[in-house]
């Protein structure tokens, strides 16, 4: 079984910077996208950056400039560096990876959710 573990997560006053890391253990035959997520209340989920294998990345507009998304391929491992964060982006954040695993399957897994509140 593929199980992905994030950690990073906290408490950071506005202006201040988090790292999320999320790494996936298991058999784990090929990674296709590795992305982070969110669900701040009173907002729908949304896509705040994904990687794909080759390396080209993807940001929402809020987040570009401020946070920075890479992958560790030999660890099975993306990270989001979090700069500049502002209240609104508190949220639970949730890793996504696309891959691809034993025996032949391929599909998207998740992981538990880690919070990060940015607060005075």
């Known amino acids: 079984q593929v199980q992905l573990v994030e950690s990073g997560g906290g408490l950071v006053q506005p202006g201040g910077s988090l790292r999320l890391s999320c790494a996936a253990s298991?058999?784990?035959?090929?990674?296709?996208?590795m992305g982070w997520y969110r669900q701040a209340p009173g907002k729908q989920r949304e896509l705040v950056a994904e990687?794909?294998?080759?390396?080209?990345?993807n940001y929402a507009d809020s987040v570009k400039g401020r946070f920075t998304i890479s992958r560790d391929n030999a660890k099975n491992t993306v990270l989001l560096q979090m700069n500049s964060l502002k209240p609104e982006d508190t949220a639970v954040y949730y890793c996504?990876?696309?891959?691809?695993?034993?025996?032949?399957?391929?599909?998207?897994?998740w992981g538990q959710g880690t919070q990060v509140t940015v607060s005075s």
């Open positions: 298991g058999s784990i035959f090929s990674i296709y996208r």
């Open positions: 996504n990876m696309y891959l691809g695993v034993v025996p032949s399957t391929h599909r998207d897994y």
């Open positions: 990687i794909t294998k080759n390396g080209p990345t």
